[in-house]
């Protein structure tokens, strides 16, 4: 059903930089829910998982060996992802947890299409759509465009190839994941408080209810409505900048990838129901949310491995403060800037690590509808590419930017086109067989 768009304030409302973020401000207190994983992590122990479990970093020292990922699954929920927290209390690994998530939102999708079968051989009755408010959705859903189109340009360009419905709703969920970011990351974020990101998840209960704050909200209340989209990866997002104001280290790879989950990983898990699994794949619904996973996560962590220098000038280092030791490195040193072979070294393993979830992600890929694939490649193979770029830098990524050129970006992009006209193939990752 089409949601009512309800105006809560003017839009007058929004700052300057055209997304709105102030006006989360003017919310009413609501409960204070929090993250699913979070509780999740307590009832889980012990628990036997029926799915199989895709990547497995977490395996003793496939720390740094991330191979095989496909082939190397592991059948049941097994030992090496319990792991013991510093108070030697046993806890499911983040990994664990992030693939629970995984399955919740596999199942929504799959139970979405029987129900769409079930629909159509049934009487279907019309959306209500309130008079007017159609031409103010369309409103919304252009503003989402221009934002997407201002931030995000060669992804803009690409999601021009989607179908015109999957464009609107992946732009509205561009503009909700960039709101989200820019509290902690924006001009205000010294402002933002616990309580204001409370407000802000009160908020994003209200718009999958169907009650939007704002117009950008209500471009994407319609999106959930018309997607099978879950809130708990947008609840998720909302809990990695929870994580992000009250931690600067992460002692182990396993709190990092939790907070990759958070921050990045959710955006794959909320944008494969929009972008939709080709009709042809063979790929089990399950294998290619977790693609979208790793294609998030290795987006994050090559993100953080070009940003060492600017967040460690903002007092933050969000590399596994146990590898860096193992490495003989420490905060110290990364303060310092200089490039050793120590860093190095450090740097050529953490690379390696990124390089294993692009791989894992680009399985995937193919798997989704064709019109969706581009952008996807596009995004892929530039974010890839910085990588690439940290080497060429020597590693420097104390004062160094690394960036793919112009030039790059455009051999990239027909690359990334020739790519996405490869269909699903079957030999793919995991068949439908065990799509249960
Ligand atoms: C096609 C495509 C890439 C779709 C995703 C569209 C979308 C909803 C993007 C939202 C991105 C966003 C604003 C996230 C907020 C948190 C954040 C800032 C994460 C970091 C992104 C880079 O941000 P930034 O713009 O600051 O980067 P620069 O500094 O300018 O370099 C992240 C590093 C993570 C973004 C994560 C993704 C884009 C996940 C992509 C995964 C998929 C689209 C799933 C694809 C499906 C399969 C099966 C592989």
Redesign the pocket.
Known sequence: MSVALIWVVSPTSELSNGLGFLDTTKLVDGSKPRSVLKSSRIKNVGKKHKHKCKSSYVNADLRFGYSGLSNGRKSQFDVSRVVANPTGELAISSEQLVYDVVLKQAALVKKQMRDKEEEEDMEVKPDIVLPGTLGLLSEAYDRCGEVCAE??KT?YL??LLMTPERRKA?WA??VW??R??ELV?GPNASHITPKALDRWESRLEDLFNGRPFDMLDAALSDTVSKFPVDIQPFKD?IEGMRMDLRKSRYKTFDELYLYCYY??GT??L???PI?GIAPDSQASTES??N??L???IA??L??IL?DVGEDARRGRVYLPQDELAQAGLSDEDIFAGKVTDKWRVFMKKQIKRARAFFDE?QE??T??SSA?RW??WA??LL?RQILDEIEANDYNNFTRRAYVSKPKKLVSLPLAYAKSLVPPSRSGILSKTLDV
Do not use: K
């Open positions: 931030y995000a992804f690409g999601t992946i969920i561009y994941c960039r989200t970011d990351d997002m921050v990045a955006v794959g909320m944008s494969v972008m290619v949310y693609a979208a790793a294609l998030g987006n994050q090559t993100n070009r992600a995937g890929v798997q989704l969706s952008p996807v995004s892929l974010y």
